[in-house]
């Protein structure tokens, strides 16, 4: 419990003392804290393709040099790791958003985006079939 | 929904795919292709919604991951001003 300051017509406050490692004693606390550090993966991305624009910018020798480090192994091994990190935060996204939105067809909500995803496949799908597209 | 759609593609794209391939003409079309406005919008939305995404998501994380909200002012800065200086 903190120590804050009390007034006459205020108590004390109770504030339990929480770790610093808080996230890391429960599984749902640690993607919690892994979804939300997948922003910094989104940040990366973002700046690659600054960095790819002005390599282009700069002329055909700023580029290659800009490849060539993009060829690097350590540079495949962090794109691996930042991509790892984008697919979670696209698949919760996908999870979230009709929990946050719900969508509703004919009076019923619709149980999940994957659902509505597979639907909307298989119609496509259907439809091709039927112009003898595949 | 731009983070978690597109920033996916074009880091599999640009960030592992054509790098490990050599698909240098391909890079080079797609950004050549600049020039065109709606390409250029693309690339701006593309840029500056995730960059504030980001900002958003790693104030707050560092706010109780860390639990620092003494350096509020700093993770303001860093974050927003980080996403603005992006977006210019």
């Known amino acids: 419990m903190t120590n804050l300051p009390s007034t006459e017509f205020h108590p004390r406050w109770y504030r339990a003392r929480v770790s610093t490692y808080w996230w890391m004693g429960s599984w749902r606390y640690l993607l919690f804290i892994l979804r939300e550090l997948t922003s910094v993966a989104v940040a990366w991305s973002v700046v690659l393709t600054l960095l790819l624009l002005r390599a282009l910018l700069n002329g055909p020798e700023a580029y290659s040099r800009f490849m060539h480090r993009m060829q690097s192994p350590w540079m495949i091994a962090f794109n691996v790791i930042a991509f790892c990190f984008l697919l979670l935060h696209t698949i919760t996204w996908f999870n979230l958003a009709p929990r946050a939105m719900p969508v509703r067809v004919a009076g019923s909500e619709c149980p999940s985006f994957w659902w509505r995803l597979q639907t909307m496949c298989c119609g496509w799908l259907r439809r091709q079939r039927s112009r003898g597209l595949c | ?88």
């Open chain 2, 1 to 88: 929904m731009v983070a978690a759609v597109f920033i996916p593609i074009h880091l599999f794209l640009f960030g592992l795919a054509f790098p490990l391939a050599g698909f240098r003409s391909r890079v080079r079309a797609f950004v050549g292709s600049g020039a065109i406005p709606l390409a250029k919008m693309y690339l701006f939305v593309l840029c500056s919604l995730p960059l504030f995404h980001w900002a958003h998501r790693f104030r707050f994380t560092v706010y109780d991951g860390l639990q620092v909200k003494h350096l509020n002012e700093v993770v303001l800065v860093f974050c927003y001003g980080g996403a603005v200086l992006g977006r210019w």
